[in-house]
């Protein structure tokens, strides 16, 4: 008993945030995850009101770190620590599917599924996080031109341009958790751009953008292009096509010819599964987790796109 009360102490001493870290935050669907600085930056979402169902659901404005650090064997988990920041989260609107991004030290958050909870405005859809604040809050923020709310789409940050990049999503109006599905005018196929020094959104409907969709992945490669991978189309089309590989240039805001994939091997097509771009070289890896029509937890795929000459994409797979 003296241990377990000087371990809790000892805890409060060192957690500026006089917040005990003996928790786990509980499970979810729909919520977002952000690195910086050695934490993931973790909330929102989804809860089930019953433990092994969905039919009913809460949406959550929790907030949370995890502790990951920089160095460390896979046997030691001393070492990952949740924090509860939920005290810094109370402006924000219980939420799912929402898009995050990073924009340097900022979080952006726009739009999402808010369930009965009403937005204040449906014109007022952007909060910021500033990570280097010494009393850091979600600031809800005004912003010019912003889009109609949408979830399960992206933000993707591009710090040459100074931009944020918008496409595709779906736009919210019903609980599409339980009614899911979507019709062509639900899909808009806009790229909206939104900068980080002037708060003002741009909106392009440009003729050759690909077909609108959802619970897709997007990757800023080095050389400002953007990778969309997978996700689900009108329930009519079903998914995207995971050998068609859409490109948007950021340096000149035009959608590049979709490429078709090299390789012997084409994933079976996906949605809300992930994908993280390999510091090592354009190499995407495209995890398969939670993947919504077929689920095979042991494979890894890997897409490579080579600038070298003109672009080349191949999928590979590895079954561990
Ligand atoms: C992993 O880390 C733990 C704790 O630091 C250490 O005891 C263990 O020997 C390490 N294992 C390996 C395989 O390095
Ligand atoms: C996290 O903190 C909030 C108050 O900021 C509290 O209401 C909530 O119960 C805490 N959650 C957990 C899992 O401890
Ligand atoms: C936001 O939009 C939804 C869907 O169109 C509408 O039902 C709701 O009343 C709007 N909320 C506000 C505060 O305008
Ligand atoms: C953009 O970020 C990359 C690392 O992610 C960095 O190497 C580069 O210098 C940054 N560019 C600018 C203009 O800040
Ligand atoms: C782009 O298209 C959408 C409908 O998909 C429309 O609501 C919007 O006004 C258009 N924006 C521009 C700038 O043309
Ligand atoms: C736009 O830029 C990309 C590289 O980002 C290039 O491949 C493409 O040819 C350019 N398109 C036009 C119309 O200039």
Sequence with gaps: MYKLISLTYLLIIFNNNFVLTDFIPTSRWGANAIYFNNKIYYGGGYLPLYPDNWRGTQPSNEFFSLDVPPSFNLTDRSKF????????STNLIPFAFSSQCLIEDKIMMFGGD?????????????WFYDLSSSSPSWVLTKTTGQPNDLESGSLVYNNNTGNIYMWAGKLSNKNTLLTGGASPEDLPT?????????????????????????????????SGIIVYIGGQLTDANGFADMSQINMYSTTNDTWLPAMTTGGSYVPSTRARHT???????????????????ILKPNFLSFFFVSQRRSYYCIWWSYRY
């Design 190 to 222: 806009t790229m909206n751009i939104f900068n980080k020094d002037t708060n003002v959104w741009t909106s392009l409907n440009l003729t050759n953008a690909p077909e609108g969709r959802y619970d897709f992945t997007s990757t800023l490669l080095r």
């Design 275 to 293: 994908a993280v771009l390999s510091n090592q070289s354009n190499l995407i890896f495209v995890i398969i987790f939670l993947s919504i029509e």
């Design 114 to 126: 808010f369930d009965k909870y009403l937005p204040p405005a449906n014109t007022t859809l952007v």
């Design 81 to 88: 620590v949740w924090t509860n920041l939920s005290s810094q």
